[in-house]
């Protein structure tokens, strides 16, 4: 069986071909500067790296033609025709709740998709039109399936999602905790139970996303009871450059004082924030970490700041579900940081928590890192949100 993953944004649109059950990546790239220039990089194994300028892209639909004639290509592909797509699964960043899980899309599911645009109006709009993109290339007949960053966070209790507003804003405006980076966290809390050789029903996982968006997530009993980031992606630890939680009473005296209005104060919140505003080095934890071994105070702090904030959530959310299993590291920072994971557990051996330094050095591969004698578990487990997908639509595509 293979499926295509397709992750549409406004402007580009990142895809993967691969079969669910053997895991095996037959191709992927990336179409960028859809409607300006177009620009088209294709990999397969063994086959010639396409990386092309100036293609031909006004629209989703030109790129997603790009990407089947890429993989049909009778040299450089890796499927003989479209009929060996079985399905498309897309990456859906915003589902309300409406949705508690992925859906094969139909009439009635797009109809829904666009009510939930107001929530992410950067985002759904071009998953949405991915969707179409695909359904008018590929016909009708090849089922499409809507995987969403917000499904799996479904699951919180009112008392997670609940913000101290007046509650008309939950009923009418639908003001409440989403979360997002749902199919990640899901992801690694499955492996995590298939490493530790226990069911996910029986553990307390706090699953750490670390990456230039970040979100740390509280699973008992494979379901998800709490979320860092908010009702939008904003929320929770500080990032590359989102600010994380802040005192929302900031942006009344900052946008009084510097004259800026609502737009503006959110593309310093989301652009210009974070690590990088901390430090005004990097938005990118490696340049943090040389610039503070060159004795940069501010890169050194913007580390410090993160990795406390971490280690907060951590401690946080083991008292939310009175007690943890294992600590999952993931994503950019959470899979290639040796140094900045001893950082994030040190201090956290009261609760049970030890890393074997030996062990945790390591890269972007699953194991577990926990020293001889700790009571919970370190894991470093790789993301594969595609990979997530794949199975969820290889399951509704059936
Ligand atoms: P992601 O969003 O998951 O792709 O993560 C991207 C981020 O991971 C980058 O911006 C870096 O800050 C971080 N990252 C990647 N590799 C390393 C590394 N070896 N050490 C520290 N941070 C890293």
Redesign the pocket.
């Known amino acids: 069986m293979n499926i295509l993953v397709i992750n549409a944004g406004s402007s580009s649109l990142k895809y993967q071909l691969l079969n669910p059950e053997t895991q095996e990546v037959l191709a992927k790239g990336l179409c960028e500067r859809i409607g300006i220039d177009g620009k088209f990089t294709y990999k397969a194994p063994g086959k010639q790296t396409i990386d092309a300028v100036d293609v031909a892209m006004p629209t989703h639909s030109e790129a997603i033609k790009a990407v089947l004639d890429a993989l049909v290509d009778p040299q450089n592909g890796v499927i003989s025709s479209m009929k060996e797509i079985d399905a498309v699964g897309h990456r859906v960043v915003h589902g309300s709740e409406t949705f508690a899980c992925s859906v094969k899309i139909d009439e009635k599911v797009m109809a829904a998709l666009e009510e939930c645009i107001p929530l992410a109006p950067l985002h759904n709009p071009a998953n949405i039109t991915g969707i179409k993109a695909c359904e008018a290339v590929m016909g009708k007949d090849v089922p499409q399936v809507a995987v969403f960053d917000t499904a799996f966070h479904q699951t919180m209790p009112p008392v997670a999602y609940t913000y101290a507003l007046p509650y008309e804003y939950y009923t009418e405006d639908k003001v409440r905790r989403y979360g997002f980076h749902g199919t990640s966290h899901k992801y690694v809390s499955q492996r995590a139970a298939a490493l530790l050789g226990k069911p996910a029903a029986s553990l307390k996982l706090i699953s750490c996303h670390l990456?230039?968006?970040s979100s740390i997530t509280a699973i008992d009993g494979g379901k998800s009871v709490d979320t860092s980031m908010g009702f939008t992606p904003l929320a929770g630890l500080p990032m590359?450059t989102r600010s994380g939680d802040l005192d929302a009473g900031i942006l009344e005296y900052l946008m009084n004082k510097h004259g800026m209005d609502i737009n503006e104060m959110l593309n310093v919140l989301n652009k210009k924030s974070g690590v990088l505003g901390i430090s005004g080095v990097s938005?990118?934890?490696?340049d943090l970490?040389a610039a503070a071994k060159q004795g940069n105070a501010r890169a050194q702090l913007a580390i410090d700041v993160f990795e406390y904030n971490v280690r907060k959530l951590i401690g946080a959310y083991a008292a939310a579900m009175g007690g943890v299993d294992a600590i999952i590291f993931t994503?950019?920072?959470g899979e290639?940081?040796p140094a900045?994971r001893l950082r994030m557990t040190a201090g956290l051996e009261f609760m049970g928590v030890k890393v074997d330094p030996e062990k945790n050095d390591c890269?972007g591969k699953e194991i577990d890192v926990s020293a001889e004698g700790a009571t919970v578990r370190t894991l470093v487990i790789p993301t594969n949100e595609e990979l997530m997908i794949a199975l969820d639509t290889a399951e509704l595509a059936k």
Do not use: I
Not at 283 to 286: G, I, K, L
């Open positions: 990456g230039n968006g590359g938005s990118d934890f490696r970490e994503a950019g920072v290639n940081s900045m890269r």
